[in-house]
T-cell receptor, first 111, second 113 residues
Framework: KQEVTQIPAALSVPEGENLVLNCSFT??????LQWFRQDPGKGLTSLLL?????REQTSGRLNASLDKSSGRSTLYIAASQPGDSATYLC??????????FGQGTELSVKP | EAGVAQSPRYKIIEKRQSVAFWCNPI?????LYWYQQILGQGPKLLIQ????????DSQLPKDRFSAERLKGVDSTLKIQPAKLEDSAVYLC???????????FGQGTRLTVV
């Protein structure tokens, strides 16, 4: 059974710092992996989708990497801003297209 | 491009009552998901549709939850009767097909008192 873990559960950093969020999964036979952002009381906003054949994806200040063999993905946020404060969720896709989520990392960027 | 639409945004009901949620996916998206997100946790899949067929409903409490997707477009999720532990945000998502990028709606926050 696939399990997804995100560490740390919460993170507080000063504005301007570069940071890394971690996501690990127990079964390396995943298809794709997607990172989401969730603001309080809101739905999920897609950030990056990494296909199983890719090792990373970049969008603006965000870079996500995927290492299937080690069962890990990281989301790198450069030059963090207070507006980046949110909960970040990773989800892995199994063969049938089912997304299995981690519990999220709550990020707080202090001005 | 219009996103995934859900209604209502909020619902408060008493235990043992029934409730229904509605979802309109992005046009042309064949795959539709319903997720339950309890406060402080990641979303948990309840049911996944491909067009109007069920792909996965292994975690749907079928004694009280039901879902349908008529004509492979809109979907409704129903709870009858509701329990206190059903208090959560119910998220609907859609994608072009199973492994494509998933897009989520704003969710329906259900409080059972």
């Amino acid at each position: 059974k696939q399990e997804v873990t995100q560490i740390p559960a919460a993170l507080s950093v000063p504005e301007g710092e570069n940071l890394v969020l971690n996501c690990s999964f127990t079964d390396s036979a995943i298809y794709n992996l997607q990172w989401f952002r969730q603001d309080p009381g809101k739905g999920l906003t897609s950030l990056l989708l990494i296909q199983s054949s890719q090792r990373e994806q970049t969008s603006g200040r965000l870079n996500a990497s995927l290492d299937k063999s080690s069962g890990r993905s990281t989301l790198y946020i450069a030059a963090s801003q207070p507006g980046d404060s949110a909960t970040y969720l990773c989800a892995v896709y199994n063969q049938g297209g089912k997304l299995i989520f981690g519990q999220g990392t709550e990020l707080s960027v202090k001005p | 491009e219009a996103g995934v639409a859900q209604s209502p945004r909020y619902k408060i009901i008493e235990k043992r009552q029934s409730v229904a949620f509605w979802c309109n996916p992005i046009s042309g998206h064949a795959t539709l998901y319903w997720y339950q997100q309890i406060l402080g946790q990641g979303p948990k899949l309840l049911i996944q549709f491909q067009n109007n067929g069920v792909v996965d409903d292994s975690q749907l409490p079928k004694d009280r939850f039901s879902a349908e997707r008529l004509k492979g477009v809109d979907s409704t999720l129903k709870i009858q009767p509701a329990k206190l532990e059903d208090s959560a945000v119910y998220l609907c998502a859609s994608s072009l097909e199973g492994l494509a990028k998933a897009f989520f709606g704003q969710g329906t926050r259900l409080t059972v008192v």
